[in-house]
């Protein structure tokens, strides 16, 4: 494989077939990305809101399928994905349906106050879409706003299960409805969550003290003294370090266990099946297995943070299906190719009272109709066993650029199409970055120096083809090294 490259990784079959109305052959560029036009809107929009973050401005109309076309006329293989929250492709005439389709009509008319007036089929819009694809165990949900907000109502529930179970059935005390309405003990306590070094929940107040990602998203705001335990720092390949990342995993299992042990105000722990924004960081099942027995032996609330890779990318509806457990997490968070936030539970933590877990619209009905198209889409196109299929291709694809290319691109790892490799520094991953980009795909960083795949779900081996050729390209142009 070292010799022989891309050449000695053939292209697998899937059962997807193409997408719906068809999609362009390939990338098309006709400036520099981001083009004039776009550089020209991000500097009107600069003068209303922070705009540094926009990469070009996205012609819509013009996109198509696995193709995102800009407003200069350029097209580029999307591997990002609007930060991994578009499942089905641009112009997907399944999607585009719930919008034409006059039955729809009322509920793209109406935002309703979800938690009051619900429109008459909102149950059973439930039940035919979250529900028919509740994680194993949980039989409850809660539709929310984004990831963030689906995480941080996730620990409210849970920080009112504790204490619930603490008074043992019994009412809450007048001092503890007292010393509430002034932030205080007992009615305020000091409850805990516990999180990882180099995990991402989101960027509202409480989950910023969960998150460990970057610097730059918790400068200058206040957070809690909840505590943190060190996440497996995995080395790859895999079946070379086995003895290596079980010490590593025991380590990190070992620590979690001394922070419960020591302290009994931590109400819940969670955690990303992949760190994504911290880095694409790995842990093997037995981990969470074992991660997950710690906290029911100590009596803490157990959840899984599917926002990122929930929705069938990694080759399971929901990544922590891998994992195998014996008791389900208590709840499992859940947004982006969702396109509705939320989070699913057991019975134990829906409150005892009303309006404890509560907001205006609590959801959104147009997200649950955009739900519906995605899960049609996933069960009629085989969505999830294409992740599989194709995320192992671009996976061993990205290992035999690695054999090929050694010291240039290192780690290659993945779940699905949930793949992820090193550069040997972060100026070097930008630097293919961009020259991937300037080629025609468009695919983020993460953590140091990591570039991490986050296409849709229809991205099958011939765009992975696409890529694997274009990073080839990319490394040789780069490194300035002879292709082989």
Same mark, same amino acid.
Request: proline letters at 8%; a negative charge; hydrophobic letters at 40%.
């Given at each position: ?318 990544? +922590?299906?891998?994992?195998? $457990?014996? =008791?389900?997490? !208590? &709840? %499992?968070?859940?947004?982006? @190719? ?124 011939? +765009?992975?083809?696409?890529? $694997?050729? =274009?990073?080839? !390209? &990319? %490394?040789?142009?780069?490194? @300035?090294?002879?292709?082989?």
């Amino acid at each position: 494989m070292a010799v022989r490259g891309l050449a000695g990784v053939p292209t697998p079959a899937t059962p997807m077939p193409e997408f719906p109305s068809g999609e362009p052959e390939g990338p098309s560029l006709v400036t520099e990305v981001p083009g004039p036009k776009s550089k020209a809107l991000q500097a009107e929009m600069a003068t209303t809101q922070d705009a540094g973050a926009v990469k070009y401005f996205v012609d819509f109309d013009k996109s198509k399928g696995n193709f995102v076309s800009d407003v200069d006329g350029n097209r580029l293989l999307d591997m990002y994905s609007h930060i991994a929250s578009l499942p089905v492709g641009y112009n997907n005439p399944h999607m585009l349906e719930v919008f034409q389709n006059p039955a729809n009509h009322s509920l793209l008319a109406h935002r309703p106050a979800l938690g009051n007036a619900p429109p008459a089929d909102w149950v059973d819009r439930l039940k035919s879409t979250l529900l028919s694809v509740a994680p194993k165990g949980l039989t409850h949900v809660q539709p929310m706003m984004c990831g963030s907000c689906a995480n941080e109502n996730a620990f409210k529930a849970i920080f009112i299960a504790f204490q619930e179970r603490k008074r043992a059935g019994k009412p809450p005390s007048a001092d503890e409805l007292a010393s509430c309405m002034v932030n205080e003990s007992p009615g305020s306590p000091d409850l805990k969550f516990l999180s990882f070094h180099g995990a991402f929940h989101g960027r509202l107040l409480g989950c910023l003290s969960t998150t460990h990602s970057k610097a730059i998203h918790k400068l200058d705001v206040p957070a809690f003294d909840w505590p943190i335990a060190p996440f497996p720092k995995l080395k790859y390949p895999l079946e070379d370090n086995v003895a290596y990342n079980q010490e590593e995993e025991a380590k990190c299992l070992a620590a979690v266990d001394d922070i419960l042990s020591k302290d009994s105000n931590v109400a819940g722990l969670i955690v990303e099946p992949i760190q994504a924004e911290g880095g694409d960081n790995h842990a093997s099942p037995d981990f969470f297995r074992k991660l997950r027995g710690i906290c029911k032996d100590r009596g803490v609330y157990f959840v899984c943070d599917e926002v990122q890779t929930g929705c069938g990318a990694s080759g399971h509806f929901w990544a +922590h299906e891998a994992w195998e $457990l014996e =008791t389900p997490p !208590d &709840a %499992v968070t859940f947004s982006k @190719k969702m396109q509705i936030a939320g989070y699913y539970c057991t019975k134990e933590l829906i409150p005892a009272s009303t309006y404890r877990v509560f907001n205006t619209w609590m959801g959104d009905p147009v997200r649950l109709l955009q739900l519906e198209a995605v899960i049609k889409c996933v069960k009629e196109y085989s969505l999830v066993e294409n992740a599989k299929i194709t995320g192992q291709y671009i996976l061993d694809g990205v290992k035999a650029l690695q054999a090929a290319y050694p010291g240039l691109l290192a780690n290659a790892r993945g779940a699905g199409t949930l793949v992820a490799f090193d550069a040997p520094t972060p100026s070097d991953r930008d630097a293919i970055i961009n020259s991937l980009k300037a080629k025609g795909v468009d695919i983020p960083p993460c953590g140091e120096a990591t570039i991490r795949c986050r296409p849709g779900l229809f991205f099958g081996p011939k +765009h992975a083809r696409i890529f $694997l050729d =274009t990073l080839e !390209d &990319a %490394v040789v142009s780069h490194f @300035k090294v002879a292709k082989k």
